[in-house]
């Protein structure tokens, strides 16, 4: 119950994010809608993010997490502040050698993400895209600094601030749109002073946070003796393979985004709304249940109690099918609605709503297997293999690529979103059968009485989906936006309870969500 406590928090605050963010994307599509311009803002924006993902959430967090919690339980405390200091000296140099070479080197990098911008024709957007880019890159300084502070903070089971605090860039970036616009001569310039400015707030409320435990970490503890300290080189040598991993899921992107940008304009755009629209499965469910469990696989393996370990990963692939198939078929059955509902105003017009909806849909094909993969991932992680999730991830990019040269000419934007999904569902499919070909992982009895039983719900959902799909012109209510919010509203109400009162009647209970975390 502790698990889903720890899980539910997380997805809560998570949740609150997600919402900000959307308003964040509703006042962007408003104000900007799926222009030339919005691309190139994206493109700079998915660059810092992208070596955050690589440095610090991904790599490190993956290497850290787990050697902490290691120490943690046996060893004192002045042997985990002395680590804690090290390490944060390490990463905080390592991050501003990058952040200064990428701000010299944006005009290359910038052609590195995004060679379409380069066209004669485009060089307004891409002089854009190297501005933003150089305001942006410092970001990566601040977010890899608040990854070392979550790390420390769940590693001690404070999952509340770490999930927190994404919420800030959220609202900076909604008071950058609104009240810095007429600043810049290119409006479009104040999103990224926003971004800066909630990189530097989610940094300080998570170094405020370690404060007041006791365990700030100090910056003097010597760049030798940092490098020199076995348990700090044990991490370095996690991180190169995991950095390797992660490269694969970022290599991906940025070859996505480069195909992107030689497509019609704005479809970095809708690419980048339909993922907000998956990012909401994704982390309330994936990146939450991820959270708790890697620190608690961790134990379980430092214990050898390969009963716990099974348990665990029971609970969490059980819970993301019973509650990640219902959000597919939204994602897919539901589109339509979504997209019009919450970014169907101002600049942001019909055809806009096709084609992210296009994405939306071809994303939906694969959230099972995103879903799947965090929990999987730490699976290996919480045993310091790193190594087995980065070559079947090696293998899934390539196939990835395949894809996209097959759906891309057929489907344009849309072809990309469908090689991801088709990718994650391989990729989750290769890493199960990893641990079961292992023995890492026994699932326990009762899985095909669990399916047969979750059916019914899948088949409710798509039913009332199909039918309000019929019914609605969603397009249309934009003449009366406060009625198609209710509509949609109303419509979720209706699957959900429509969805869980099926499971009740299929013999679901509370204690199905619960007891395998006990």
Known sequence: MGLLRSAATVSSFTLLSRITGLVRDVLIARAFGAGPLTDAFWVAFRIPNLLRRLFAEGAFSQAFVPILGELRSKSGQDEVRRLLDRVALLLTLAVMLVTLIGIVAAPWVVSLMAS?????????????????????????????????????????????????????????????????????????????????????????????????????????????ASRRDPVVRRILRQMLPAIVGVSVAQISLLINTNIATWLQPGSVTWLSFADRLMEFPTALLGVALGTVL?????????????????????????????????????????SDALVATLFNYGAFGAADVAQTRLAVMAYAVGLIGLLAIKILAPAFYARQDIRTPVKVAALCLVVTQLLNAAFVPWLAHAGLALSIGLGAMLNAGLLTYTLRRRGIYQPGRGWSRFLLRALPGQLAVAAILLAADRHFDWIALGSTPGLRVLCLAGLLATVILAYFATLGVCGFRPSDFTRRAA
């Not at 409006?187 to 409320?205: E, F, N, S």
């Open 116 to 224: 379409g911008l380069r066209a004669a024709s485009r060089q307004t957007e891409f002089e854009a895209a190297v501005w933003m880019t150089r305001m942006m890159f410092p970001y990566i300084v601040c977010m890899s600094l608040v990854a070392f502070a979550s790390g420390v903070l769940n590693t001690w089971s404070r999952y509340a601030i770490p999930a927190f605090t994404p919420i800030l860039l959220n609202l900076s970036m909604i008071g950058a749109s609104l009240f810095l616009v007429a600043w810049f001569d290119t409006p479009i310039y104040a999103l990224a002073v926003g971004v800066m400015a909630g990189g530097v707030l989610q940094l300080a409320v998570q170094w405020v946070a370690l404060a007041r435990m006791g365990l700030l970490p100090r910056l003097n503890a010597g760049l030798g």
């Open 294 to 334: 890697l620190p608690s696989l961790s134990r379980a393996y430092a214990q050898d109690d390969s009963a716990a370990y099974n348990r665990l990963l029971d609970w969490g692939l059980r819970l993301v099918l019973l509650l990640g198939l219902p959000a597919a078929l939204g994602l897919a059955l539901c």
